[in-house]
């Protein structure tokens, strides 16, 4: 397991990032390269590298993560037209930050498959 990774900085706010909503286990930060016009991150703030990692001590941390999701997209007033949640795991799944998150993705229509 990483003792560090630069979302724990982000949730630590050593590494300044546009934090949206903070409580003592999640943290929600708008992503630096934003890819739909709402792109939050949701991390847990304590390090899970992958969701491989995740275990089952981890289910209710897991299920904060994503009820965390869906109150922001209410809140910015996306939740009605709709938006996706998407977690990549590992080289295959396109997860370049060792530091589990799920990114909320809204405010234009998404395509299927993903790339
Ligand atoms: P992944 O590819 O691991 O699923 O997603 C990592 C995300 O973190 C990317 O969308 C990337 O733009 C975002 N990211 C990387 N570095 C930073 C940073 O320093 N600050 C913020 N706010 N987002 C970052």
Redesign the pocket.
Known sequence: MPTDT?FAK?ARRE?P?RIVYQDEAVTA?????PVAPTHI?VIPNKIIPTMNDATDDDAALLGRLLLTAQKLARQIGIAEGGYRLVV?CNPDG????YHL?I?LLGGRKMTWPPG
């Open positions: 630069l982000i590494v990032a930060f708008h992503d630096i390269n991150l990549n396109g997860q370049s930050v998150h990114h």
